[in-house]
């Protein structure tokens, strides 16, 4: 209905001024979203939506905190594999990004993302269920 379209533009409208105005609180956001994520899909909006903006506009401030958390749980390591942007990430964020989904899991083998040429740390649908099953804390 168009009263949902607007409650979810509202919702998208908040989260974007988060990730525009307060970037360690985006992280934190993105992390516990990322954490009740049910599929790939949801993934892959995460990384392609907030995650993305939160990199292009505030790479080298949060950089540090998601290369954490990608050395301490694999689904944040898929998460930012599920990034595309590079041509608006600053190029050493990009480098990092690459460094910290290389042990894997990712998402896809995509030239556009960091995981490009991955292909055997693709996850298949089974491995992405016990993924996403696991809780991170």
């Given at each position: ?14 989260v974007d001024e988060m990730v ?118």
């Amino acid at each position: 209905t168009h009263e949902e379209k607007g409650d979810r533009m509202r919702a998208y409208d908040c989260v974007d001024e988060m990730v525009q105005t307060a970037p360690d609180v985006a992280v934190t956001f993105i992390l516990a979203a990322l954490d009740e994520c049910k599929t790939g899909e949801h993934v892959a909006l995460l990384g392609a939506g907030a995650l993305e903006t939160l990199l292009k506009t505030h790479g080298p401030k949060v950089i540090g905190q998601l290369e954490k958390a990608a050395r301490q749980h694999a689904k944040v390591r898929y998460l930012l594999s599920a990034t595309w942007g590079q041509a608006y990430i600053v190029p050493k964020v990009w480098e990092h990004l690459v460094a910290a989904v290389a042990p894997g899991p990712v998402m896809d083998a995509d030239p556009r993302t960091p995981a490009a040429g991955m292909v055997d740390k693709i996850l298949d649908a089974n491995g992405v269920a016990a993924l996403l099953a696991e809780p991170m804390h």
